[in-house]
């Protein structure tokens, strides 16, 4: 099945700051999803990806599907204290199996 | 239901115990999905119900996990003879379809292995 690679595993920032996580994949994806958990709570979907070099934004989020296929991005801009929680991007998992695999996440946490 | 709607919230049990986690999806989603969630980790997906076909139990751990639905709708996950490093948050989702469809998760259910 698709293993998928996500860095970096924690990032601080001071409230304002920038932020990106990033999600590599050896292959192909056919697409990739991306997924939010407050602390505490459950994942919620943010976006889904399908098209090679496609970006999409929703308000200070920028989401990137790389050219080839095999990697992605998320960005935000300018974070705020209803950021802080942990990213998580997710693929089919291929091979007969579809369940969806998750990246191990990058957990944001942002100082005042 | 308006949502993903799991019980018990919270279970503990000693180990040794069988235990049954409810899932009650989405009213008319075709795609159930549970997953294992250890403190601060990700997500480990553990099997996944599409309609009336038999499900895609590859990602179950050992064959001490089992799970079923009903009715294409409400699923149970069971663990027998639980273990203490069974002890994580259960995590239910469901589609609309089949995948990639948006996944919709529960609240899960947090078990504790004493």
């Known amino acids: 099945g698709q293993q998928v690679m996500q860095i970096p595993q924690y990032q601080h920032v001071q409230e304002g700051e920038d932020f990106t996580t990033y999600c590599n994949s050896s292959?192909?994806?056919?697409?990739i999803q991306w997924y939010k958990q407050r602390p505490g709570g459950h994942p919620v979907f943010l976006i889904q990806l399908v098209k090679s070099g496609e970006v999409k934004k929703q308000k200070r989020l920028t989401f990137q599907f790389g050219e080839a296929k095999k990697n992605s991005s998320l960005h935000i801009t300018a974070t705020q204290t209803t950021d802080v929680g942990t990213y998580f991007c997710?693929?089919?998992?291929?091979?007969?199996?579809?369940?969806?695999?998750f990246g191990k996440g990058t957990h944001l946490i942002i100082q005042p | 239901g308006a949502g993903v709607s799991q019980s018990p919230s919270n279970k503990v049990t000693e180990k040794g115990k069988d235990v049954e986690l409810r899932c009650d999806p989405i009213?008319?989603?075709?795609?159930l999905y549970w997953y294992r969630q250890s403190l601060g980790q990700g997500l480990e997906f553990l099997i996944y119900?599409?309609?009336?076909?038999?499900?895609?139990k590859s990602g179950l751990p050992s064959d001490r996990f089992s799970a079923e639905r009903t009715g294409g709708s409400v699923s149970t996950l069971t663990i027998q003879r639980t273990q203490q490093e069974d002890s994580a948050v259960y995590l239910c989702?469901?589609?609309?379809?089949?995948?990639?469809?948006?996944?919709?998760f529960g609240a899960g259910t947090r078990l504790s292995v004493l």
């Open positions: 119900f599409q309609g009336n076909s038999a499900p895609d």
């Open positions: 009213s008319g989603h075709t795609a």
């Open positions: 292959t192909t994806l056919s697409n």
């Open positions: 989702a469901s589609s609309l379809f089949a995948p990639p469809n948006i996944q919709y």
């Open positions: 997710a693929v089919v998992q291929g091979g007969g199996a579809d369940g969806l695999t």
